[in-house]
C-alpha cells in the first residue's frame, strides 16, 4: 500500500524505518542511501527551510522534547535559558547534505530529523497519483485535514473545503471560512489545539527552531493552497512561525500560492490576513471536507 511504504521511509514511530536509521546514525561525512519518496521530501523541505530563512526546520524535535512536547515524558515544563542554548548547536537543517545520487550526509553526528509537518501532505499528493493513475480525474484526498482536490465535484462546480475554527476547544466540524479549491493542495497548521498552561502563560507546541522557543505572535492559524499538499503543509508551519505580515510579504511573491492567516487579538476575536489571490466565503453548508 503506498502510505505503508511512505510510512516505512519516514515515519519515526518505527524503528526499521529510512528516517529513524539515519537519525540512529551516529557519525559524520558518511553517505546514507535514501529511497525516492525521502529524497523527494527532503527536496522540497530544504526548498522550504531556504525560502523562509529557516521558518521551518525537520532538525527542531529535540527542542519539542525539551518543552515536554513529542516524545518526551517531561511534560508541560519551561526549559532554563541555558538547557535551551545547550540544544540549539543541534538544531539546522542546513546541517544535512542532500546529494542528487539519493544520500544524506551529516554535518553534524547528533543531528535528527522529524518531517511529520510535511510528509503528511506528501501523502496526501502520493495518493492523488495514485489515482490519477487509473485514469480517474474528479476527486478529492484527505489525510489529518490536508487536502488535494482535483478536477471538480459531481455537479460541475469547484471542491469546498471549510477551515477549522481555530479556537481551543472547537469541534472538528465547526467551520470558519469556506474556500473553493479546483486543482490545488490545500494545508491548514495551528497552535489552537496543542499547547500548554503554566502559570497563566500559554505555550504553543510550534517553535522558532532559530531560537528555541514556542511561537508568541498571535498566529493561531494558516492555511495554504499551493500547487502540492507537500508545499503547502511545510509552508503552512513555516508561516506559523513568520509573523503574519511577513508571512504574507512571502506568499505575495509566490507563483500559484494563496494564504489566509488568522491573528487573535486581545480581546479574543480574530483578525483574517490573506493573500492577493485567496477568495474565502463565510460558512455555508455542502462542504466536502472539514
Not at 500548554?196 to 502563560?201: H, S, T, V, W
Given at each position: 500500500?503506498?502510505?505503508?511504504?511512505?510510512?516505512?521511509?519516514?515515519?519515526?514511530?518505527?524503528?526499521?524505518?529510512?528516517?529513524?536509521?539515519?537519525?540512529?546514525?551516529?557519525?559524520?561525512?558518511?553517505?546514507?542511501?535514501?529511497s525516492?519518496?525521502?529524497?523527494?521530501?527532503?527536496?522540497?523541505?530544504?526548498?522550504i527551510?531556504?525560502?523562509?530563512?529557516?521558518?521551518?526546520?525537520?532538525?527542531?524535535?529535540?527542542?519539542?522534547?525539551?518543552?515536554?512536547?513529542?516524545?518526551?515524558?517531561?511534560?508541560?515544563?519551561?526549559?532554563?535559558?541555558?538547557?535551551?542554548?545547550?540544544?540549539l548547536?543541534?538544531?539546522?537543517?542546513?546541517?544535512?547534505?542532500?546529494?542528487?545520487?539519493?544520500?544524506?550526509?551529516?554535518?553534524?553526528?547528533?543531528?535528527?530529523?522529524?518531517?511529520?509537518?510535511?510528509?503528511?501532505?506528501?501523502?496526501?499528493?502520493?495518493?492523488?497519483?495514485?489515482?490519477?493513475?487509473?485514469?480517474?480525474?474528479?476527486?478529492?484526498?484527505?489525510?489529518?485535514?490536508?487536502?488535494?482536490?482535483s478536477?471538480?465535484?459531481?455537479?460541475?462546480?469547484?471542491?469546498?473545503?471549510?477551515?477549522?475554527r481555530?479556537?481551543?476547544?472547537?469541534?472538528?466540524?465547526?467551520?470558519?471560512?469556506?474556500?473553493?479549491?479546483?486543482?490545488?493542495?490545500?494545508?491548514?497548521?495551528?497552535?489552537?489545539?496543542?499547547?500548554?498552561?503554566?502559570?497563566?502563560?500559554?505555550?504553543?507546541?510550534?517553535?522558532?527552531?532559530?531560537?528555541?522557543?514556542?511561537?508568541?505572535?498571535r498566529?493561531?492559524?494558516?492555511?495554504?493552497?499551493?500547487?502540492?499538499?507537500?508545499?503547502?503543509?511545510?509552508?503552512?508551519?513555516?508561516?506559523?512561525v513568520?509573523?503574519?505580515?511577513?508571512?504574507?510579504?512571502?506568499?505575495?511573491?509566490?507563483?500559484?500560492?494563496?494564504?489566509?492567516?488568522?491573528?487573535?487579538?486581545?480581546?479574543?476575536?480574530?483578525?483574517d490576513?490573506?493573500?492577493?489571490?485567496?477568495?474565502?466565503?463565510?460558512?455555508?453548508?455542502?462542504?466536502?471536507?472539514?
Amino acid at each position: 500500500m503506498r502510505l505503508d511504504e511512505i510510512n516505512k521511509s519516514m515515519s519515526t514511530y518505527r524503528k526499521d524505518s529510512e528516517i529513524s536509521r539515519f537519525n540512529a546514525l551516529n557519525k559524520t561525512g558518511e553517505k546514507f542511501y535514501i529511497s525516492d519518496d525521502f529524497f523527494n521530501v527532503m527536496t522540497v523541505a530544504q526548498h522550504i527551510y531556504k525560502l523562509t530563512g529557516g521558518a521551518w526546520d525537520g532538525t527542531v524535535k529535540p527542542i519539542e522534547n525539551l518543552w515536554g512536547f513529542g516524545d518526551s515524558e517531561n511534560k508541560n515544563r519551561v526549559p532554563s535559558k541555558t538547557e535551551i542554548e545547550t540544544f540549539l548547536p543541534d538544531i539546522g537543517f542546513n546541517n544535512i547534505e542532500i546529494l542528487s545520487s539519493h544520500h544524506l550526509i551529516k554535518k553534524i553526528a547528533s543531528i535528527s530529523l522529524d518531517l511529520s509537518s510535511i510528509a503528511k501532505g506528501y501523502g496526501v499528493d502520493q495518493v492523488a497519483a495514485l489515482i490519477r493513475t487509473n485514469g480517474i480525474n474528479n476527486f478529492l484526498v484527505e489525510i489529518g485535514g490536508e487536502v488535494f482536490a482535483s478536477g471538480f465535484r459531481k455537479d460541475g462546480k469547484k471542491w469546498r473545503i471549510g477551515i477549522n475554527r481555530p479556537l481551543s476547544g472547537s469541534p472538528v466540524n465547526q467551520v470558519y471560512k469556506v474556500v473553493d479549491i479546483h486543482d490545488k493542495g490545500f494545508a491548514t497548521s495551528g497552535d489552537y489545539r496543542n499547547y500548554f498552561e503554566l502559570e497563566g502563560k500559554r505555550f504553543s507546541h510550534i517553535f522558532d527552531p532559530r531560537n528555541g522557543y514556542p511561537i508568541k505572535n498571535r498566529v493561531v492559524s494558516v492555511s495554504i493552497m499551493a500547487n502540492t499538499c507537500t508545499f503547502a503543509d511545510g509552508l503552512a508551519t513555516a508561516i506559523m512561525v513568520l509573523n503574519h505580515k511577513k508571512g504574507l510579504e512571502l506568499v505575495n511573491t509566490l507563483d500559484n500560492t494563496e494564504c489566509l492567516i488568522v491573528v487573535q487579538v486581545d480581546n479574543g476575536t480574530f483578525t483574517d490576513y490573506y493573500s492577493k489571490g485567496f477568495i474565502p466565503e463565510s460558512c455555508t453548508d455542502n462542504l466536502e471536507t472539514l
